[in-house]
């Protein structure tokens, strides 16, 4: 094989100049029913679908073209510290749960195309559900279980499902945290009725049924057929995954079967360099989409032995916990968001911990999700001596941007700060608001020229024109990626973070907007803005800038500990929204707007220019006053 520089860019020029041959020549990797007579199509948006007429079943992919070669080996390790229970699922066990899941869908009435939302903590009857789901085309949307049933009750309103999965609980550390009567609450706000709720009753807290609705995971299960593969078209959606946006409504990005099962084969082997029978562990969660693409689809389809992992980095029950996961297991390869290493790093800071495994079968390690600090980038280096990979995705492409190529000879060599390079199929170029390249190493834009490779999200559930409004308006020609940052001079991409009202908490996307339309229904609050602020932890945190109602007498800290309390209940306790400050007015442009994009420059004492709508300059140096005074900055 040549070696890493020709490599890469042999690769990269080749799906450069001939995407359509690039694309049509690893769909040729994958198990197809019938192979696509249309490599990419072109949709009037200026957004493009590839492999539209393929046919092929995604647990098909995952679970049954392995039955013959490697039935016996272990599909999913489910490690939960969190309830004392440890399973090794084999591919051909999987395979019988799945499909006689699937049957009692089907047995329920959901039929190809029809929607069901998986409300679950990490048990592997999470994945069984959204397996089965893929087996008979029904689309999955699974909603992560640390929102509140407010944000459930909106993405059941716009999936409609005709069936809700959950189980009776979640536990965090050592608390259980009851699911059911989230999902009742969620219900009851929805305007939408599911047919049922599936609940999957755990050993440490039973649910209430309700008789009239509430079906029990197993007993329903009970004399069904298992369901064999339906075909669905490369363009069917598998899924449904809902992230934030810069309004206040989550916007359910729609990913296809075809683009995203030959996207995932060609970032296994390629990004994340592995083999079938490796073992891989994607260190997060299911409501997240390295959930769907590398805890449950990705490996399973690369017949590698994933971990399913219910527990935390400390205190399960320490900070060794996810050194003992990969000395246990023998993992190969893992990925995780940095915040998790920030934690275990606060707890264990000579990662003493991990001294007492065996860690020799760790190859690489891959962060993504936030930004990855120099200081825990030189931690885990220092520690654990195996390359540490930062490269760079979002919820809309389903799979990496920029990586450094590890299934081929040499992969790029890392640069502290960079997430690497563009992966084959991405044309990623940095512009200036007025959509013109800008020269390298100068911040700007980040946006991929069109067209997106495959598995690239191109709908919006329901909204196909917010897709366009979201992605594609902005700079026409390109894709808007949201994200702000540089290329130097070779090519290597530099993410600085949001151009948008989007915060990252502990590498959990959240949007500020949603946040703000809770602090404002409080009945003494006249305005408010909720801007990220720099946390050492968590990367980001959330923290409202509140203007009150004229005649309104209360505490600031009556008032805080009332806005904390409704976001937890609200949006739920992932926004870690724990900060409001009272300011006497917010700085706005003449036409009534505020500009948030400077309250986030101040915020992260950056320097601003004074843009030249704003209506009142003052406001600005009161603000920055309040951010010291409050210790915000
Ligand atoms: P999500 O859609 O929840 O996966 O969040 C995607 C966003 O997370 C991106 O738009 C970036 O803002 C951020 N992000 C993801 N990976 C990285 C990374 N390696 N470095 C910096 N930010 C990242």
Known sequence: MANQQSDYAVQYQAAQQNPEAYWAEQAGNINWFSPPQTTLEALPNGSHRWYPDGELNSCYLALDQHLATRGDQVALYYDSPASGVKQAISFRELHEQVARFAGTLKGLGVTKGDTVVIYMPMIPEAAVAMLACARIGAVHSVVFGGFAPNELAIRIDDARPKLILTASCGIEFEKLIAYKPLVDKAVDLATHKPLHTLVCQRPMLQADMDPARDLDWYDCQQGAEPADCVPVQGKDPLYILYTSGTTGAPKGIVRD??????????????????QAGDVWWGASDIGWVVGHSFIVYGPLMGGCSAIFYEGKPIRTPDAGAFWRVISEYGVNAMFCAPTAFRAIRKEDSDGTLSKQYDLSSLKRLFVAGEKLDSSTYHWLDDLLGVPVIDHWWQTETGWPMTSPMMGWDNPSASRLGSTNKPIPGYDIQVVDGAGQPVEANETGNIVVSLPMPPGVAWDIWNQPQRFTDSYLTAFPGFYHTGDGGFKDDEGYVYITGRTDDVINVSGHRLSTGEMEEVVSAHPAVAECAVIGMQDSLKGQL????????????????????????????????????????????????????????????????????MPSTIDDESILGEITDIMHRSGMI
Do not use: W
């Open 257 to 274: 079967n075809g683009g995203h099962a030959v996207a995932l084969n060609y970032a296994l082997h390629n990004v994340y360099g592995m």
């Open 542 to 609: 959330p923290v409202g800038l509140v203007v009150l109602k004229g005649d309104v007498d209360i505490d600031p800290d009556v008032l805080e500990a009332e806005l904390v309390q409704m976001v937890r209940e609200q949006v739920g306790a992932l926004a870690c929204f724990r900060k409001a400050v009272v300011v006497q007015r917010l700085p706005k442009t003449r036409s009534g707007k505020i500009l948030r994009a400077i309250l986030r420059k101040i915020a992260a004492n950056q320097d601003y220019k």
